[in-house]
């Protein structure tokens, strides 16, 4: 039987974590609102944006997104991965994608040093700058150097968490703003590393700085991405199948991305979706929800976090403390503690005054499934 995966099919859906999507569905607003602050005047709010998603909402597709749209801007982008190097990797990412728009300035001659501006040639310190200077100093630098080409400099910092290098950057930051360098932040990062962070005072002006929360995206637009998707490559789908597609994947980003391949893979070339390939693909794609993202958020929890999250489990999707309590019995533990400490790991989180919710779609039934 041939399949779709010989042809352009295969680039339609790709569920790994950390690629851009083919598409990158329903967050036109936050994009948007981020697009649009990159214009206004340096030190704006919405240049400085953090980003707040659980496992697999987008976060890291969101950068990618960003990255793209503010190279068109007029923005030399630097994206890194949080970690105690970071500044210097922000730098050389900054030098490394705004090399080009240096082409034609001819490289000096050896030796020479521009030691007032700190460049030998393009973007590439002198020798002086580069051993003198630290991380605040060299993006001035930069700075001033593509403001002379009327580009900006946009840092993009994925996996956010507390750490010393993560201070240096963000103390930078303010004083390049203070200094009216064209520079713009945006951060990405588990709702629970992120809440740790603000604590830490050094960090107190994220607390100023614009945050988007990445929720479940709308099944609407994903079953419209699927009819769109299964129509370019000749693959019929009933409305009850696109339906049914949509739902399942209940707004979960990375499962839109699951379900959307194993329906192309079961599916003979340019034929048509049936329940029993739809039975098949949300079967494969469950199996890798576990893999991916149940185990690894379960895997560091204790055997009692566990069983207060199957006694939660079994009270549904959407708990009251006091169902909760009731379910766990009066001898049961006391439910604060294991709350805060859950909410804390991004497992539950709490929308509503005495409200509990999983944070993911699915967490669930696989905890009723396992248990
Ligand atoms: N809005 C979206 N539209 C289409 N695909 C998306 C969207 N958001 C995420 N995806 C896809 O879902 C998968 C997970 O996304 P991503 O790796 O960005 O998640 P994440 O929030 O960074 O997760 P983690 O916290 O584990 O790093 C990827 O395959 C990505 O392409
Ligand atoms: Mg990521």
């Given at each position: 039987m041939k399949k779709n995966s010989q042809d352009n099919s295969q680039s339609l859906f790709q569920p790994t974590f950390g690629n851009r999507p083919e598409q990158y569905i329903g967050r036109d607003g936050v994009i948007e609102k981020f697009m649009a602050g990159l214009k206004e005047?340096?030190?704006?709010?919405?240049r400085c944006t953090l980003f707040l998603g659980q496992r697999g909402m987008g976060k890291t597709a969101l950068l990618l997104e960003l990255s793209d749209r503010a190279q068109k801007a007029g923005y030399v982008v630097a994206r890194v991965t949080a970690h105690e190097g970071m500044s210097q990797a922000i730098i050389e990412q900054l030098q490394l994608n705004g090399s080009k728009y240096f082409d034609n300035e001819k490289r000096k001659m050896?030796?020479?040093?521009?030691g007032a501006l700190g460049f030998t040639f393009g973007l590439t310190f002198s020798e002086a700058a580069e051993r003198q200077y630290g991380f605040r100093s060299k993006m001035s630098l930069l700075c001033d150097k593509l403001a002379e080409k009327g580009m900006g400099a946009l840092i993009l910092i994925d996996e956010v968490h507390t750490s010393a290098a993560m201070r240096e950057v963000a103390a930078a930051y303010q004083e390049l703003v203070g200094d009216r360098k064209n520079v713009a932040i945006a951060m990405a990062g588990l709702p629970h590393a992120v809440s740790k962070l603000l604590n830490d005072s050094v960090l107190t002006f994220l607390n100023r700085a614009n945050r988007e929360e990445l929720g479940l995206i709308s099944t609407n637009l994903i079953r419209a991405y699927y009819d769109k998707a299964f129509k370019s490559i000749k693959v019929e789908a009933s409305d009850k199948i696109l339906d049914r597609a949509a739902l399942s994947t209940r707004g979960f980003p990375y499962l839109m991305q699951l379900i959307g391949y194993y329906v192309i893979q079961y599916t003979p070339a340019h034929g048509v979706v049936t329940e029993a390939i739809m039975d098949k693909a949300e079967k494969a794609a469950l199996g890798d929800m576990d893999k991916n993202v149940f185990e690894p958020i379960l895997n560091p929890l204790s055997d009692n976090d566990k069983l207060f999250l199957t006694a939660l489990a079994r009270c549904g999707e959407t708990v009251t403390t006091a169902k909760l309590q009731a379910e766990l019995?009066?001898?049961?533990?006391?439910?604060q503690p294991y709350r805060k400490r859950l909410i804390e790991a991004g497992v539950i989180e709490s929308p509503r005054r005495g409200e509990l919710v999983f944070a993911v779609p699915y967490l669930t039934e696989y905890l009723l499934k396992i248990c």
């Open positions: 005047p340096v030190g704006s709010r919405d050896t030796g020479m040093t521009v019995g009066p001898q049961g533990p006391a439910i």
